[in-house]
Structure formats: structure tokens, C-alpha cells
């Protein structure tokens, strides 16, 4: 059956932070490594405000350094009653507000450091850039997409496979995969996935085969080749692809017998190359028309060449 390459793995990466884009180092067909920059927007104001809100914290250190030697003082003239109930209640909570108001500062500086760090979209994953969805000097949201990144480190092959099969098929089934633009040597895949919703008009439902890709030869978008190894399939007969023609809902191909052409109804079974695999009404050695079959009535005479 013919299928699609696909990548494992396509994610449209989005941003964290918000602000002007100030440095974009990649390009479509770049490969990335994880962790690897994408975007790096504009970060000089924070990185200001965290400025401040250091020069902040300091101040509030200091403060509770003082407030803390003034409690202890007072905290002694209180064991002598020279000072008041109020005056050292007053102290304490001088104290208390101050490491208060720290707490709150390290906490902004935290978030300051965060909103730094998202001003820098790196790659979530390893794999080729395929969109770009900026440029430098663009204002970026937060959400906004950056690139679209796909993995091809390992591909599936997605086969629409017709619905008289798929009973066939699971998880433990073998597969041959043929990628023939990359080479004419089949590889060994695996049942990566079966869906449960078929498309109604051409009653096939998606099944996906993975394959190792690890030099990354083949691309999304390829044309592949997947034979099943179904259990209990009968044998078949390879027919050239242009004897088969339509007829409604089922496939003719024409016989020739004593020079007239005669239709035999055949269940498609696969293709292979240029050939279509079949059973049905035909035997080894069934002579077959492949040129003007469309206009052909059933006893009419054929010239054979």
C-alpha cells in the first residue's frame, strides 16, 4: 500500500514572553538541537526593573539588620521595666513588617528573573525548521508561534488501508517500508498506531508505521511503499495496474478468451510498483486487456499484440 512520511513529532513552538524580537539566529531547513536559541526578544527593561528591585532588597536587608539591634535593645530595657509594653510591641512589629516586605521583594525578583528567562524561546526538541512565523523586529505576545519544528529522527508512515484488512493489523504485525526517492531497499517497521475513525467514502482508516530515520534521508511528505504482513492472507496474482477499471462500486478486469474479452470482478489487494495485487475471478495465466478496456462490452472481440 502506498503512504506518507510524516515526522514523529511537529509542534509549532510559542512564546512565553512578550516583547520586541531582537535576535533571531535560525532559518527554515536549519536542524536545532534541544535547548537550542530560537528567539531572543528584548529583555533591557526588566533586566532594569530587577536592577531596582535588588537595590531594594538591599535596603530592606539593611533596615532589618537595624530593626533587629533595636529589638534586642529594647527587648533587655524591657526585662528592667525601663521601657513600655507599647514601645516593645512597637519594635517587634517594625521587625516583623520588614522581614515581611523581604519575602515580597525576593518574590519579585524571582518573577523578574522568570519573565528574563522567557525572553529567550529555545527549541523544545531536535528538528529541522520548516516555518518561520517572525522576524526581527516584530512584537511578540506571549502565545504567539515562532517556528514550526518537526522531529525526524524517527518518521511514520501514515497508509490508508482499506477496511477488509485492518481486522488483520495489530501492534504485532511486521512491515516492509520502501522509501524509493531514498533507496529501493525495503526497512523493517512497526505498528505505531491504528485509528478507530475510517474516512466514509473511501472506507480506508489511517494506519501509521514507524521507522528509524537516524541520518535523516527521509523527509516529511515522502511517497512510501508499506506491505503488510497479514495473517491468513490469501495468495494473489500481480496484474499491471492499467488492466483494472472501475465499474461502480467494484474493479473489472478484462480476460480474453478465444480473442473476446470477457470482465472478471477482482478484490484489490495491494500494489506493488506498477502492479496491482488481486484475487477474484482471475487464474495463472489469464491473458488480460490494458489498453482501451474502458469502452470494452463483455464478448467483444480483441486484437491481441
Given at each position: 500500500l502506498i503512504g506518507t512520511v510524516e515526522p514523529i513529532l511537529s509542534s509549532t513552538v510559542a512564546s512565553e514572553g512578550e516583547g520586541l524580537v531582537e535576535h533571531f539566529p535560525v532559518k527554515e531547513g536549519d536542524f536545532v538541537k534541544k535547548g537550542s536559541l530560537l528567539v531572543r526578544l528584548?529583555?533591557?527593561?526588566?533586566?532594569?526593573?530587577?536592577?531596582?528591585?535588588?537595590?531594594?532588597?538591599?535596603?530592606?536587608?539593611?533596615?532589618?539588620?537595624?530593626?533587629?539591634?533595636?529589638?534586642?535593645?529594647?527587648?533587655?530595657?524591657?526585662?528592667?521595666?525601663?521601657?513600655?509594653?507599647?514601645?516593645?510591641?512597637?519594635?517587634?512589629?517594625?521587625?516583623?513588617?520588614?522581614?515581611?516586605?523581604?519575602?515580597r521583594s525576593e518574590a519579585e525578583i524571582e518573577l523578574l528573573?522568570?519573565?528574563?528567562?522567557?525572553?529567550?524561546?529555545v527549541?523544545?526538541?531536535?528538528?529541522?525548521?520548516?516555518?518561520?512565523?517572525?522576524?526581527?523586529?516584530?512584537?511578540?505576545?506571549?502565545?504567539?508561534?515562532?517556528?514550526?519544528?518537526?522531529?525526524?529522527?524517527?518518521?511514520?508512515?501514515?497508509?490508508?488501508?482499506?477496511?477488509?484488512?485492518?481486522?488483520?493489523?495489530?501492534?504485532?504485525?511486521?512491515?516492509l517500508v520502501t522509501v524509493r526517492s531514498v533507496s529501493n531497499l525495503p526497512v523493517s517497521g512497526k505498528i505505531y498506531s491504528?485509528?478507530?475513525?475510517?474516512?466514509?467514502?473511501?472506507?480506508?482508516?489511517?494506519?501509521?508505521?514507524?521507522?528509524?530515520?537516524?541520518?535523516?534521508?527521509?523527509?516529511?511528505?515522502?511517497?512510501?511503499?508499506?506491505?503488510?504482513?497479514?495473517?491468513?492472507?490469501?495468495?494473489?496474482?500481480?496484474?499491471?495496474k492499467d488492466a483494472v477499471v472501475s465499474a461502480g462500486q467494484e474493479r473489472l478486469v478484462y480476460k480474453i478468451n478465444d480473442g473476446k474479452a470477457y470482465p472478471a470482478i477482482v478484490d484489490i489487494l495491494g500494489y506493488y510498483d506498477g502492479n496491482v495485487a488481486v484475487g477474484g475471478e482471475l487464474k495463472p495465466g489469464d491473458q488480460v486487456v490494458i489498453r482501451g478496456n474502458e469502452r470494452l462490452r463483455s464478448g467483444q472481440p480483441v486484437q491481441v499484440q
Open positions: 528584548k529583555a533591557r527593561e526588566l533586566e532594569l526593573r530587577k536592577k531596582a528591585a535588588v537595590a531594594a532588597r538591599e535596603k530592606i536587608r539593611v533596615n532589618i539588620e537595624n530593626a533587629r539591634k533595636e529589638l534586642a535593645r529594647i527587648s533587655k530595657l524591657k526585662e528592667t521595666d525601663a521601657v513600655t509594653q507599647k514601645r516593645f510591641d512597637e519594635a517587634d512589629a517594625t521587625y516583623r513588617a520588614l522581614v515581611q516586605d523581604l519575602s528573573d522568570h519573565d528574563i528567562r522567557q525572553q529567550e524561546i527549541a523544545p526538541f531536535s528538528g529541522f525548521i520548516v516555518k518561520e512565523h517572525t522576524q526581527i523586529g516584530e512584537w511578540m505576545r506571549i502565545g504567539n508561534p515562532v517556528v514550526t519544528l518537526i522531529d525526524l529522527q524517527t518518521v511514520l508512515i501514515s497508509v490508508p488501508v482499506p477496511e477488509r484488512y485492518l481486522v488483520q493489523i495489530t501492534s504485532k504485525n511486521n512491515t491504528i485509528l478507530s475513525q475510517g474516512d466514509p467514502n473511501s472506507r480506508t482508516f489511517s494506519v501509521k508505521v514507524s521507522i528509524d530515520n537516524v541520518n535523516h534521508r527521509i523527509r516529511s511528505g515522502m511517497e512510501a511503499t508499506v506491505v503488510f504482513n497479514l495473517a491468513g492472507m490469501r495468495e494473489a496474482m500481480l496484474v499491471p
